[in-house]
Every structure is written in structure tokens, then in C-alpha cells.
């Protein structure tokens, strides 16, 4: 017997039945196998979104930052000119700096501008090599004045 006679032997209200329940069987199957993992996946994307954006918000960041630093001047790499002439020649007022070594530099300032200290620090670093190895900056209560404790290296 084939599945067509078979059908047709059922009775009008029987196939009826069997119709609707493969309905409902079909009905679940895809609202099990289609629209929840849509669901499971759409609520996931949702809250992967904020980070996401972070994500893209520091990418921008760096890159913005890396523009910065392609806009200072190279550093002069062995400038034989001795650091203990640093204080002297380029100095940050209200800082006071100790030269362990000739290729290190220790600077303490209890009270000066950011700004200033920033541009104090382009300016050592392509006028004698000098780069950051170690800094621990601090606000202060003044806006714009920090406390900083820095050690420059000379590569």
C-alpha cells in the first residue's frame, strides 16, 4: 500500500487531525530550531554591544594617539651632551632633577603644570634621546597641577 491510499483510507475528520497536528509539530520545531536560537543570539549581541562600542571608543583612542606621535619630532639618539647639563640648559620649574648616571635622569616635582611637564617631556626626548622608563603621576587639587616622580633613560 502506498502512503496516498493510506491517506486516503483515512476517514475526513482523521486526516483533519493528523493535518493539524503535524501543524503544531511543525510550528514547534521551528519556533524550537529557528526563531530561539534568533532569540538566544540576538540577546547575546545585545549585551556584547556596550563593550563593543568601548572596543571601537579606545580603538579611536589609540589611534589618535599614535597621529600624536607621528607628529613629534624623531629623537636624536646619542646626543653626547652630558645630562647633568639638563637643569640648566632646559629647565622645569619646580621640579628638581638628579643624574645618577650618564643615561639616566631623575626628576621629582612636587607642584607643576601637566601641560608643561608634557612639553618638557618632548622636548628632552628629541632634543637629548631621553624616553620615559618609569613615571608615577599624581593630581592635584589645582586643575591642571600634578606631583610627579619620573625616571628618563637615554636609549
Known amino acids: 500500500m502506498s502512503v496516498d491510499s493510506l491517506w486516503r483510507a483515512r476517514p475526513e475528520r482523521e486526516r483533519r487531525a493528523i493535518l ?12 524550537a530550531l529557528v526563531w ?6 540576538r540577546a547575546r549581541l545585545e549585551a556584547e554591544l556596550p563593550q563593543l562600542r568601548a572596543s571601537i571608543a579606545a580603538l579611536k583612542r589609540g589611534a589618535d594617539e599614535v597621529k600624536r606621535l607621528k ?12 645630562l647633568a647639563a ?11 632633577l638628579n643624574v645618577p648616571d650618564d643615561k639616566h635622569v631623575h626628576v621629582v616635582a ?8 608634557l612639553d618638557w ?18 593630581a592635584l587639587a ?11 633613560t637615554r636609549s
Open 20 to 31: 493539524a497536528g503535524a501543524a503544531a509539530v511543525a510550528a514547534v520545531l521551528v519556533f
Open 36 to 41: 530561539l536560537p534568533l532569540q538566544r543570539s
Open 71 to 82: 607628529a613629534v619630532p624623531p629623537t636624536v639618539t646619542g646626543n653626547p651632551a652630558p
Open 86 to 96: 639638563l637643569s640648566m640648559q632646559q629647565p622645569l620649574a619646580g621640579a628638581q
Open 110 to 117: 612636587s607642584d607643576v603644570g601637566f601641560t608643561r611637564l
Open 121 to 138: 617631556l618632548v622636548t628632552v626626548q628629541s632634543t637629548h634621546g631621553l624616553r620615559v622608563e618609569n613615571a608615577r603621576i599624581e
Open 142 to 152: 589645582a586643575t591642571g597641577r600634578v606631583r610627579a616622580d619620573l625616571t628618563l
